[in-house]
């Protein structure tokens, strides 16, 4: 039966066997997956079984939900795909998961330029689309692979413990908690301000789910924005500027 593995960093804290049709994921005790972190949205996403095949569906979250770096709308899995939410990763096994996908490309192939045969036309257009949605997440080429972009923050104003943070994690968290890598300073300062998701398109800045909205360049952010080169960005009172190293 497929599970999930639900993990923070390398410890796995649960393993969950996908009984349901759909199960629920987000930070609401209603949840069938219960991720208690700020920065994971009430009602986050959700895994669907659609006839043996599962999918990952993001519930319109405030953070987004990312499928192997990229963030996502609705995709399906493949077994031992990562989800993040958040800092949590959900770690999808389910070996049956492969041989559905090579079925599907048995399926696709072409038939003899002689032969007859009847087609189910709808039946034909969801394999397609499955097909090529599991090419949009699978992972590329070594030879095709473009180099993963390394980025930064340059303190410009506030309190904080250090005057440059190189990004090299997954995420990195901004806030006055112990886990922040980023920590912010003053009695109001949130725990969780905002996080920055490292994916292979680049950095994408989000908001912490019911906190003040980041400012970048001047502007307030109500969901994630990609940060571009030299972007300012102000997370309650820190100032800061963006910078991709060459």
């Known amino acids: 039966m497929a599970k999930l593995l639900l993990k923070f960093k390398e ?12 199960t629920t994921i987000g930070r609401a005790h209603s949840n069938d997956i219960v991720i208690d972190n700020l920065v994971v949205s009430g ?11 599962y999918f990952i569906e993001d519930t ?13 709308t609705k995709s399906p899995l493949a077994n031992h795909a990562q989800i993040a939410i958040g800092e949590h990763t959900l770690v ?22 002689d032969a007859t045969m009847m087609i189910d036309t709808r039946k034909a ?23 993963e972009i390394v980025g930064g923050f340059t303190v410009i104003a506030g309190s ?8 090299l994690k997954r995420v990195t968290t901004i806030g006055k ?44 952010i109500a969901s994630a924005v990609l940060l571009k080169n030299l972007d300012l960005v102000e997370v309650a009172g820190l100032k800061l500027q963006f910078y991709i190293k060459d």
């Open 160 to 167: 904080t413990d250090k005057r440059e943070y190189e990004l």
């Open 125 to 147: 257009r969801t394999e397609a689309t499955l097909e090529q949605a599991a090419n949009a997440t699978a992972p590329l080429p070594a030879a095709a692979q473009k180099p």
């Open 43 to 53: 009602a986050h996403a959700r895994i669907v079984n659609e006839g043996g095949r």
């Open 177 to 220: 908690a112990d886990s922040a890598e980023i920590k912010l300073k003053g009695l109001f300062a949130p725990k969780i301000a905002a996080l920055v998701n490292r994916t292979r398109d680049g950095y994408y800045l989000s908001p912490a789910s019911g906190e003040k909205h980041p400012v970048v360049n001047n502007k307030y």
């Open 92 to 113: 999808f096994v389910n070996p049956a998961a492969v041989e559905d996908a090579d079925a599907t490309i048995v399926n696709l192939k072409a038939p003899a330029v």
């Open 60 to 72: 319109n979250s405030t953070n987004g939900t990312f499928l192997s770096g990229r963030r996502i």
């Open 11 to 22: 410890a796995i804290l649960k393993e969950i066997r996908l009984e349901k049709k759909v």
